[in-house]
Structures are given as structure tokens and as C-alpha cells.
């Protein structure tokens, strides 16, 4: 009975982080380069010691300005994993979530062109660990969002100049 219980919990451990790694490769392209992102600035932080994966979407905006520029807001959860920070290509069978970990929940903001996360301005990526995640940072977040979509210049390529003809 004990070994028959052992099992069901392993497989619902394996087919959890499977599902988010599903989850993940379901992600359109461009939301997949905002989480690897967010994963690479995690994975730089020397405080960070395991491995994180995506775990799921909370809320994503793609605000369009024309001439295939986006721009994208996407707030997620990751969730530790039990290999160390740095495993190359995990394996859902050996890097399983850990649950006693809390999530990480990550927003990243870019402006894309034609697919590419452009440098200019520059990519915005904020990870806290969510029992510490305030509404003053979610509010930070989408602020920063808002300005880097209001300000990206679209406007100006309106604009017509009648010549100057009382000189």
C-alpha cells in the first residue's frame, strides 16, 4: 500500500513540472524570450541556488504601435527545481519542483521589432519571491510598462510640418 501511495505522489511530482514545461513551449515565441530573461537575470544573482523553470502566466499585455514594433508586458511565476543553479537542459524526471520553496513571480517589459527583443529601450525585468511581492512593486511594474510603450515615438512619424511661407 505504502509503495502504491510512493508512486502516485512520484508521478504526480513528474507530470507537474512536465505540465509546466508544456506550459512553457505553449508560450508564443516571444513571451518564451521574456522568460528566459528573467531566468537568465535569476540564475546571475549569487544568492539564487537552484534551478528555476516556468511554472505559469498571471498577466500579459502586447500593446502593438505599428511597423511590427510590440511591446509586451508578462508577469509569471518561475518555481525552484531541486538541481542546482546552472543545470543545463533539465530533465523533468531528475529536476522536479520543489514545493517547500516559495515562487519566484517575475514581470518583464520589452519593446520588440519584427520578433526581436530590441536593447533600446532597455529590457525591464523584476523577480521577487512572492510572499514578499507588495502592491507598490506591482504597481512599479505597470508604470514602467506604460512608459515604455507611451514613449516609444510612434506619434511623431504623424506628424506633418506645413513649410514656413511668411519668411
Do not use: W
Amino acid at each position: 500500500m505504502a509503495a502504491l501511495l510512493l508512486l502516485l505522489v512520484s508521478a504526480g511530482v513528474l507530470m507537474s513540472s512536465t505540465d509546466a514545461q508544456e506550459a512553457y513551449t505553449k508560450l508564443p515565441d516571444i513571451y518564451r524570450k521574456g522568460v528566459n530573461l528573467a531566468l537568465d537575470k535569476l540564475n546571475s544573482h549569487s544568492g539564487v541556488q537552484h534551478h528555476f523553470l516556468f511554472f505559469k502566466s498571471l498577466q500579459d499585455y502586447d500593446t502593438e504601435s505599428g511597423f511590427d514594433v510590440h511591446y509586451i508586458y508578462h508577469n509569471f511565476y518561475l518555481k525552484p527545481t531541486n538541481c542546482v543553479k546552472g543545470t543545463v537542459n533539465p530533465n523533468p524526471q531528475r529536476c522536479q519542483f520543489k514545493n517547500n520553496r516559495p515562487l519566484m513571480d517575475c514581470a518583464v517589459s520589452y519593446k520588440t521589432f519584427a520578433g526581436e527583443i530590441e536593447k533600446d529601450p532597455k529590457p525591464y525585468v523584476d523577480c521577487i519571491q512572492k510572499p514578499k511581492l507588495t502592491e507598490a512593486t506591482k504597481t512599479t511594474r505597470l508604470e514602467h510598462f506604460r512608459k515604455m510603450s507611451y514613449t516609444s515615438g510612434t506619434h511623431t512619424l504623424l506628424t506633418v510640418s506645413k513649410p514656413d511661407t511668411d519668411k
